[in-house]
């Protein structure tokens, strides 16, 4: 074998992904700092959005749906906010590099928005829109408040304060059943914000920087367009343009006030006359989620699943300013050998790459765009075929050939969108397939998904985290969640030798979260199974003796999240075990007694998949976001 370098080496990247929300430093002209929230963590730039550094330093969530700084005078360092999908969140002290959790808002719920008072520096003021309404802290976030007297909608998906708050105490909480509130004392009580505006959502609110002056303000609805108020929200007028109509998703205002940039439907539209005439920029069909304009006139997009773009301050044209950002959550990943991978994001994007990431095809575009719910990948030495579930039909592929000429299947009668499809060890030749739905039920096709029949599963009223085949019988096993009372999660372990048609529970245990890692090593003795749950790694294998079920388990370091279990094809003699965590990639040789990194330079890196070296190809390792390492 030839001897490789132990360090790990980044040799292909999917770039772009969704970004939820940008936030400028309040020092930008001097620092070009941003940060960027994505699914895949917190993405940083230094030089104004053209070169994008992922971190999730002290982020047990790397979700990220809210980011905002602080806007304090000092140079550095800055504080930052950031809440994540799962109801945390997270300050950090030092420019959004390491991140803390701020223990205070556990329980609250659901982050929305974060909006600082543009006096921080003094007052500590910090505002949160949530599900159940507006939340204030006047300490930085230590502790919290409700501020909700006065809301006749508790869902509140945007706020905004005035650039003067400090004198006047004056924001505005848009909400997701028709509500736009306004607030003259700092949230502790509010009213509705006027005359003259539609009823529905209210999804983003951008206030004039010369509000003082001119007591302007523009409100983004969820179907008809822009509403504008010069009285500071006394009494509002709908913008006839080409936005009437349109789900408005953004609203950002430049720093002299004379530009405006709406986030639609149809792309990014721009104002130069205070909204009365829009123009679609070039380049700007994208869908924006986050838009912001830096004091220079420069702007910043953030895109659902197309990653960031940047405008000119001077042009009307937006460049691609991701080639380095890889905000994709990838939980499906494939390797078919000799460098060829495919992923599948969890918002259904499917891409092939043939030299290990250098370049990748989209397979989701041979579908007429149709997005993918569930893959499976059957391989042998000399074929490969990939079955992708959509919610219309189920599709195979060779991924390899260069052509995208899909075989089309009809669904079974599902009651619910494909969640999760499995084929056999064999499936090129058998072509056996499992096939289940979001609420659990569970179909078999014995013909590659030409004909179906439902099976009968114990796991109802569960969510279904995996469906594997055994890899050298006909055995099959699944993996449920239910929640319990007390919020964590029931995880079962469940086995078939008969097709599915009845199942044995073979073990449960309880979880924080419903997500586990599971493998089945080639040992027709043992029959060991590894399941991986948060830091403890759970092995269940057969005794030879009596071939009587054990639960053996051990833990890795409390910081440790076990995100994949591989174990090499020779498992039987030598045991090593690969656990791809929040950590980078760590081996064990002696069973998961012993544990050390593998390689070096993924230490910081969340690693969600890792292809052991083999005699022809290195070991690789696919990170979250979906970058792929090398070694």
Same mark, same amino acid.
């Given at each position: 074998?030839?001897?490789?370098?132990?360090?790990?080496?980044?040799?292909?990247?999917?770039?772009?992904?969704?970004?939820?929300?940008?936030?400028?430093?309040?020092?930008?002209?001097?620092?070009?700092?941003?940060?960027?929230? #994505? /699914?895949?963590?917190?993405? +940083? %730039?230094? !030089?104004?959005? @053209?070169? =994008? &550094?992922?971190?999730?330093? $002290? *982020?047990?969530?790397?979700?990220?749906?809210?980011?905002?700084?602080?806007?304090?005078?000092?140079?550095?360092?800055?504080?930052?906010?950031?809440?994540?999908?799962?109801?945390?969140?997270?300050?950090?002290?030092?420019?959004?590099?390491?991140?803390?959790?701020?223990?205070?808002?556990?329980?609250?719920?659901?982050?929305?928005?974060?909006?600082?008072?543009?006096?921080?520096?003094?007052?500590?003021?910090?505002?949160?829109? #949530? /599900?159940?309404?507006?939340? +204030? %802290?006047? !300490?930085?976030? @230590?502790? =919290? &408040?409700?501020?909700?007297? $006065? *809301?006749?909608?508790?869902?509140?998906?945007?706020?905004?304060?005035?650039?003067?708050?400090?004198?006047?105490?004056?924001?505005?909480?848009?909400?997701?059943?028709?509500?736009?509130?306004?607030?003259?004392?700092?949230?502790?009580?509010?009213?509705?914000?006027?005359?003259?505006?539609?009823?529905?959502?209210?999804?983003?609110?951008?206030?004039?920087?010369?509000?003082?002056?001119?007591?302007?303000?523009?409100?983004?609805?969820?179907?008809?367009?822009?509403? +504008? %108020?010069? !009285?500071?929200?006394?009494? =509002? &007028?709908?913008?006839?343009?080409? *936005?009437?109509?349109?789900?408005?998703?953004?609203?950002?205002?430049?720093?002299?006030?004379?530009?405006?940039?709406?986030?639609?439907?149809?792309?990014?539209?721009?104002?130069?006359?205070?909204?009365?005439?829009?123009?679609?920029?070039?380049?700007?069909?994208?869908?924006?989620?986050?838009?912001?304009?830096?004091?220079?006139?420069?702007?910043?997009?953030?895109?659902?699943?197309?990653?960031?773009?940047?405008?000119?301050?001077?042009?009307?044209?937006?460049?691609?300013?991701?080639?380095?950002?890889?905000?994709?959550?990838?939980?499906?990943?494939?390797?078919?050998?000799?460098?060829?991978?495919?992923?599948?994001?969890?918002?259904?994007?499917?891409?092939?790459?043939?030299?290990?990431?250098?370049?990748?095809?989209?397979?989701?575009?041979?579908?007429?765009?149709?997005?993918?719910?569930?893959?499976?990948?059957?391989?042998?030495?000399?074929?490969?075929?990939?079955?992708?579930?959509?919610?219309?039909?189920?599709?195979?592929?060779?991924?390899?050939?260069?052509?995208?000429?899909?075989?089309?299947?009809?669904?079974?009668?599902?009651?619910?969108?494909?969640?999760?499809?499995?084929?056999?060890?064999?499936?090129?030749?058998?072509?056996?397939?499992?096939?289940?739905?979001?609420?659990?039920?569970?179909?078999?096709?014995?013909?590659?998904?030409?004909?179906?029949?439902?099976?009968?599963?114990?796991?109802?009223?569960?969510?279904?985290?995996?469906?594997?085949?055994?890899?050298?019988?006909?055995?099959?096993?699944?993996?449920?969640?239910?929640?319990?009372?007390?919020?964590?999660?029931?995880?079962?372990?469940?086995?078939?030798?008969?097709?599915?048609?009845?199942?044995?529970?073979?073990?449960?245990?309880?979880?924080?979260?419903?997500?586990?890692?599971?493998?089945?090593?080639?040992?027709?003795?043992?029959?060991?199974?590894?399941?991986?749950?948060?830091?403890?790694?759970?092995?269940?294998?057969?005794?030879?003796?009596?071939?009587?079920?054990?639960?053996?388990?051990?833990?890795?370091?409390?910081?440790?999240?076990?995100?994949?279990?591989?174990?090499?094809?020779?498992?039987?003699?030598?045991?090593?075990?690969?656990?791809?965590?929040?950590?980078?990639?760590?081996?064990?040789?002696?069973?998961?007694?012993?544990?050390?990194?593998?390689?070096?330079?993924?230490?910081?890196?969340?690693?969600?998949?890792?292809?052991?070296?083999?005699?022809?190809?290195?070991?690789?390792?696919?990170?979250?976001?979906?970058?792929?390492?090398?070694?």
């Amino acid at each position: 074998m030839v001897e490789r370098s132990p360090r790990w080496r980044r040799c292909g990247v999917w770039t772009g992904g969704t970004v939820a929300a940008i936030a400028l430093s309040p020092n930008f002209m001097q620092d070009g700092l941003m940060l960027a929230a #994505t /699914a895949a963590g917190i993405y +940083r %730039s230094t !030089d104004g959005g @053209q070169q =994008w &550094e992922g971190n999730q330093q $002290g *982020l047990s969530d790397p979700r990220i749906m809210a980011v905002a700084f602080a806007p304090v005078s000092q140079s550095a360092p800055l504080t930052a906010y950031a809440a994540t999908a799962d109801g945390q969140l997270f300050q950090s002290h030092d420019s959004g590099i390491a991140w803390q959790e701020l223990s205070a808002w556990s329980g609250l719920g659901l982050i929305n928005a974060i909006t600082p008072s543009p006096n921080f520096a003094t007052d500590h003021t910090l505002f949160v829109a #949530t /599900a159940e309404g507006v939340f +204030r %802290s006047q !300490d930085g976030g @230590q502790s =919290w &408040e409700s501020s909700t007297f $006065g *809301l006749l909608d508790l869902e509140i998906l945007c706020l905004a304060c005035a650039p003067n708050f400090a004198e006047n105490e004056l924001l505005w909480a848009g909400s997701a059943l028709g509500g736009l509130y306004r607030s003259r004392n700092g949230a502790r009580s509010w009213r509705d914000s006027g005359q003259g505006l539609p009823d529905m959502a209210f999804q983003c609110i951008a206030v004039s920087p010369h509000f003082a002056q001119d007591q302007t303000l523009y409100v983004g609805t969820e179907s008809d367009g822009i509403y +504008r %108020s010069s !009285d500071g929200g006394a009494s =509002w &007028e709908a913008l006839t343009s080409q *936005l009437a109509g349109q789900s408005i998703n953004c609203l950002a205002i430049s720093h002299d006030g004379q530009t405006l940039l709406a986030g639609a439907g149809e792309g990014v539209y721009r104002s130069s006359d205070g909204g009365q005439q829009w123009a679609l920029t070039m380049r700007g069909a994208f869908l924006a989620l986050t838009l912001t304009i830096a004091p220079d006139g420069k702007a910043v997009a953030g895109a659902y699943q197309e990653g960031v773009f940047r405008l000119p301050a001077d042009g009307n044209q937006w460049q691609t300013a991701s080639t380095d950002l890889a905000a994709h959550v990838p939980p499906v990943v494939f390797y078919l050998q000799a460098k060829r991978f495919c992923l599948l994001d969890v918002e259904g994007a499917l891409v092939y790459s043939d030299d290990a990431g250098g370049h990748w095809q989209s397979l989701t575009n041979a579908l007429s765009e149709e997005l993918v719910s569930a893959v499976a990948l059957a391989v042998d030495a000399k074929e490969a075929l990939l079955y992708a579930a959509t919610t219309q039909a189920l599709y195979v592929i060779q991924p390899a050939l260069t052509s995208t000429d899909w075989r089309q299947y009809a669904l079974p009668n599902l009651t619910a969108a494909p969640a999760l499809l499995a084929c056999s060890a064999n499936a090129v030749h058998d072509q056996v397939l499992l096939l289940a739905d979001e609420l659990g039920n569970l179909y078999r096709s014995d013909d590659g998904g030409v004909q179906w029949q439902p099976l009968i599963a114990p796991w109802m009223d569960s969510q279904l985290l995996h469906l594997c085949f055994a890899p050298s019988d006909p055995t099959i096993y699944a993996v449920s969640a239910q929640p319990d009372a007390e919020h964590r999660y029931l995880l079962q372990l469940w086995q078939t030798t008969d097709g599915g048609n009845t199942w044995l529970g073979l073990a449960d245990f309880y979880a924080d979260t419903p997500t586990a890692a599971i493998t089945l090593p080639l040992d027709p003795v043992e029959q060991p199974i590894f399941i991986g749950v948060s830091n403890r790694l759970i092995k269940i294998y057969r005794q030879p003796a009596d071939l009587t079920w054990v639960v053996t388990q051990q833990f890795l370091a409390d910081a440790v999240r076990i995100t994949s279990i591989t174990t090499t094809d020779h498992y039987r003699a030598d045991h090593t075990l690969y656990v791809t965590t929040n950590q980078g990639v760590l081996q064990s040789s002696d069973g998961g007694a012993i544990w050390r990194a593998e390689g070096e330079g993924l230490a910081s890196r969340t690693i969600v998949a890792f292809v052991p070296e083999s005699v022809d190809h290195p070991a690789y390792a696919v990170e979250l976001g979906g970058a792929i390492w090398e070694r």
